[in-house]
């Protein structure tokens, strides 16, 4: 048996074993080192922006995909022009990157779950203090940076339940959308149809 020697370890913990596939230059990576790199930084970099919350959330990545080599036969094999690297829909709660958890999906469905923790301040997602008329106000994010207006509410979690059902119903017309398109798989969107949103999301 050959036992690759794991050398120059990337983070402490990722590695390329070398192979077929290139990472490109210093200056310009290769598609699929991109995405293996910023996958393995948010768990791994301490210096990453993303890692203090993937890691108080245990999230890994497989053994296997710390080598880039076997990652990138599964990105050539998987990758679609456009998606993005999602590990949270195909299983509900999964912790770990790895092909089982993983699929490439629409920017617009990737980016429907999050939580934009740092912005959002003491209240619920989706709810925000109006100092002016003393309310609380609920706005929910559509699309690309797009914001709808919900109203103005006396509690937080007035302005939480309408932002709950909005956001919601938001979620399932785009699951069947683009299922209808066939940009998702069954599993996800079945998920996305059952998805409940909470108010303080991690």
Same mark, same amino acid.
């Given at each position: 048996?050959?036992?690759?020697?794991?050398?120059?370890?990337?983070?402490?913990?990722?590695?390329?074993?070398?192979?077929?596939?290139?990472?490109?230059?210093?200056?310009?990576?290769?598609?699929?080192?991109?995405?293996?790199?910023?996958?393995?930084?948010?768990?791994?970099?301490?210096?990453?922006?993303?890692?203090?919350?993937?890691?108080?959330?245990?999230?890994?990545?497989?053994? /296997?995909?710390?080598?880039?080599?076997? $990652?990138?036969?599964?990105?050539?094999?998987?990758?679609?022009?456009?998606?993005?690297?999602?590990?949270?829909?195909?299983?509900?709660?999964?912790?770990?990157?790895?092909?089982?958890?993983? %699929?490439?999906?629409?920017?617009?469905?990737?980016?429907?779950?999050?939580?934009?923790?740092?912005?959002?301040?003491?209240?619920?997602? /989706?709810?925000?203090?109006?100092? @002016?008329?003393? @309310?609380?106000?609920?706005?929910?994010?559509?699309?690309?940076?797009?914001?709808?207006?919900? /109203?103005?509410?006396?509690?937080?979690?007035?302005? $939480?339940? %309408?932002?709950? !059902?909005? @956001?919601?119903?938001?979620? @399932?017309?785009?699951?069947?959308?683009?299922?209808?398109?066939?940009?998702?798989?069954?599993?996800?969107?079945?998920?996305?149809?059952?998805? !409940?949103?909470?108010?303080?999301? !991690?």
């Amino acid at each position: 048996m050959i036992i690759m020697k794991k050398t120059n370890l990337i983070y402490g913990v990722a590695y390329n074993s070398r192979g077929k596939y290139n990472t490109g230059t210093s200056s310009k990576h290769t598609k699929d080192y991109a995405v293996w790199q910023s996958m393995t930084a948010r768990c791994y970099d301490r210096t990453a922006s993303m890692h203090k919350r993937y890691k108080h959330l245990g999230v890994t990545v497989c053994d /296997g995909w710390l080598d880039f080599q076997v $990652f990138a036969e599964w990105f050539e094999n998987n990758y679609i022009e456009g998606f993005a690297l999602d590990k949270d829909l195909t299983n509900n709660d999964s912790k770990q990157y790895s092909p089982e958890n993983c %699929a490439f999906i629409p920017s617009a469905v990737n980016s429907l779950l999050t939580a934009n923790n740092a912005n959002r301040g003491d209240y619920p997602v /989706g709810v925000y203090w109006q100092k @002016k008329n003393k @309310k609380f106000m609920a706005k929910c994010r559509k699309g690309s940076g797009r914001q709808k207006y919900l /109203g103005l509410f006396v509690t937080p979690e007035l302005a $939480f339940s %309408a932002y709950k !059902e909005y @956001k919601e119903d938001y979620i @399932k017309q785009t699951a069947q959308e683009h299922y209808s398109l066939g940009n998702i798989s069954e599993a996800i969107y079945n998920n996305l149809m059952t998805w !409940e949103v909470v108010p303080f999301p !991690e």
